[in-house]
Structure formats: structure tokens, C-alpha cells
């Protein structure tokens, strides 16, 4: 039982985090466009696949995120035992 609930918390972790990471991403280029407002500037074109192609980090930080969550829920729950 302590490995399921150690999973769950671990998924519930992968969820939270990048919920929490892009609440702060939006609340920050908010905070800088009502800052720095441009003048009738373009912009460019972004395609945010290609940051996937080219980051392996942006790959492994869901697996230690899932860790992360999993091995913290384990040591936790061991210690109640």
C-alpha cells in the first residue's frame, strides 16, 4: 500500500508542478508587458514544439518531478510503520 500511495503522490506531483510553473510564467509575462508596453512593435512567431526537439531536460523533468513526489510520499509513509 505504501508503493500505490507513493504513486499517487508522485502523479499528483507531475500534475501540481507544471500547474504551479505556468500559473507563475503567466503572472510574470503579464507583470512585464503592463511594464515594459511596447509601441506598436510586431512580434515574432514562437513554436514551442521545437523547444521539446532541442532540450533533453525538458524530458527528464517530469521523470525526477514524478520521483521527487514518489520517493518523498515513501520515506513519509515508511516512517509511520
Known sequence: MIYVKSMLAG?????????CLLVIV???MVSYALVHSTS????????????????????????????TGFI???????KRH
Open 11 to 19: 502523479i499528483l506531483a507531475l500534475i501540481v508542478v507544471p500547474v
Open 26 to 28: 503567466v503572472v510574470g
Open 40 to 67: 506598436g512593435e510586431g512580434s515574432i512567431g514562437w513554436e514551442p514544439i521545437s523547444l521539446m526537439r532541442m532540450n533533453p531536460m525538458l524530458w527528464s523533468a517530469p521523470v525526477f518531478i514524478f520521483f
Open 72 to 78: 518523498w510520499e515513501c520515506r513519509r509513509l515508511a
